[in-house]
């Protein structure tokens, strides 16, 4: 471990606080991936605090890149790790066809929400192509594959559009009240542990088996990943931030009570 403050002076370096902070990385996951090769500050100090410089900054990017476009985490290490400068330059040019393509995804879906703002106000018909314009609940399929394999994303496909319409609406919802639940509970200062918050993990429980039942090993791993993934955490965060750890904290102790 590097405990030495590098010597050039015009290099500012950054700890892991403010890291977090611009980033909305927790200094949990920065510490994780210390720990398993991806990310080593500069330095560490003697207090333990973790320091980073620009070379870091550039590495923390290309990877947080890679974590939006949906690369599993054990695949980023290989893509960042190469020390040819001409293949990581190409690799950033594909991540930026990936951005625009994502920013024009989001682009779409405004279109269509300002549409249906119109529609509502002056009574302007839509048809149902142009109500679900820009919506693909498959986008992040090839990912869900890799992780869990073709036959579970199948059954969960064919949950899914079994449910119907009136369903499928009523599961979101029920997920919306989960977030704003969770969000509730974060400002009030409800414990992990209260039973406020167990029935609210309770509720999300059985909101995933619905397409799934996860053993009391998976259902950690799922909550867990709510809060390493950014996608995740921003969803879960949206209403209060920390929703997605308390989420993770109190599935835990819901795991152990109910799952074991």
Known sequence: MNTTAPADAEETFLDIAQISRLTGVTSRTLRYYDSIGLLAPAWTGHDGRRHYGR??????????VLRELGTPLAGIATIVDTDDPTVTIAALRDHLAGLVAE????ARLAATVASTIDSLEKGTPMTNEDILDGFDRRKHEPEARERWGDDAV???NAKWEALGKE????????????????????????????AEVQEIVAKHYAWVSLFWTPTA??????????????RFRRNYDEVAPGAAVLL?????????????
């Open 55 to 64: 070379a870091e900054l550039l590495r923390l990017q290309h990877i947080l």
């Open 103 to 106: 920013r024009d995804r989001f």
């Open 154 to 156: 199948d059954q969960s």
């Open 167 to 194: 369903g499928q609406q009523q599961h979101l919802d029920t997920h919306r009240e989960v977030v704003e639940a969770l969000g509730a509970a974060i400002r009030v200062g409800f414990a992990a542990d209260s």
């Open 217 to 230: 090993e998976t259902y950690r791993g799922l909550t867990q990943m709510y809060v390493d993934d950014e």
């Open 248 to 260: 993770r904290d109190a599935a835990d102790i819901y795991a152990g009570r109910e799952l074991s």
